[in-house]
């Protein structure tokens, strides 16, 4: 079975900290991770994934075979990064497996 | 590009009421997908489909059917509606299985 674990509902930063979006998950087989962002009144996107070893908006993601982790982060949260945040791993059959997700606020 | 088209955006059903939520895509692409999400609970598959004409089940399929007979839509039917089954509705396509597109969802109510 396949698990993706955020065990943060709700994460809150001021702009200019750093931001760290905690994602664990559960998997037999070679995991392909990313990271989808809702931004409010907009549709679910594809943010980041861990193949593309991209930095997207500021955002990295490394994944950690041996801690079986896929943590966001950021050095310097912005005013817009303020979304819910998914975590996704791609297992068989094409299909992903969300987490909860996380709520994140970056107050001014 | 339209990309993915959801209709409708809101529903209000009586249970035991039908209805077919509506899903398009415009990119040619042979994945799509359902999900549902429900309050603090992420999105959990309801049925997907590799291309015409083959659909299959996902992690919540009870309750719904699905078809695809054409690439570009892939209506979701309830049958008999439930209150168990208020909750936002995704529609989402993919080329491969790297990405998925969205739609902006339906919100259905069952009361």
């Known amino acids: 079975a396949q698990r993706v674990t955020q065990p943060e509902k709700l994460l809150s930063v001021f702009k200019g900290a750093p931001v760290e979006l905690k994602c664990n998950y559960s998997y037999s087989g070679s995991p392909e991770l990313f990271w989808y962002v809702q931004y409010s009144r907009q549709r679910l996107q594809l943010l980041l994934r861990h193949i593309s070893r991209e930095s997207i908006k500021g955002f990295t993601a490394d994944l950690n075979k041996g801690e079986t982790s896929f943590h966001l982060k950021k050095p310097f949260a912005q005013e817009e990064d303020s979304a819910m945040y998914y975590c996704?791993?791609?297992?068989?059959?094409?299909?992903?497996?969300f987490g909860k997700g996380t709520l994140l606020t970056v107050n001014p | 590009n339209a990309g993915v088209t959801q209709t409708p955006k809101f529903r209000i059903l009586k249970i035991g009421q039908s209805m077919t939520l509506q899903c398009t895509q415009d990119m040619n692409h042979n994945y799509m997908y359902w999900y549902r999400q429900d309050p603090g609970m992420g999105l959990k598959l309801i049925y997907y489909?590799?291309?015409?004409?083959?659909?299959d089940k996902g992690e919540v399929p009870n309750g719904y059917n699905v078809s695809r007979s054409t690439t570009e839509d892939f209506p979701l039917r309830l049958e008999l509606a439930a209150p168990s089954q208020t909750s936002v509705y995704f529609c989402?396509?993919?080329?491969?299985?790297?990405?998925?597109?969205f739609g902006p969802g339906t919100r259905l109510t069952v009361l």
């Open positions: 996704a791993l791609l297992g068989s059959n094409y299909k992903l497996t």
């Open positions: 489909s590799v291309g015409a004409g083959i659909t």
């Open positions: 989402a396509s993919s080329q491969t299985v790297n990405e998925q597109f």
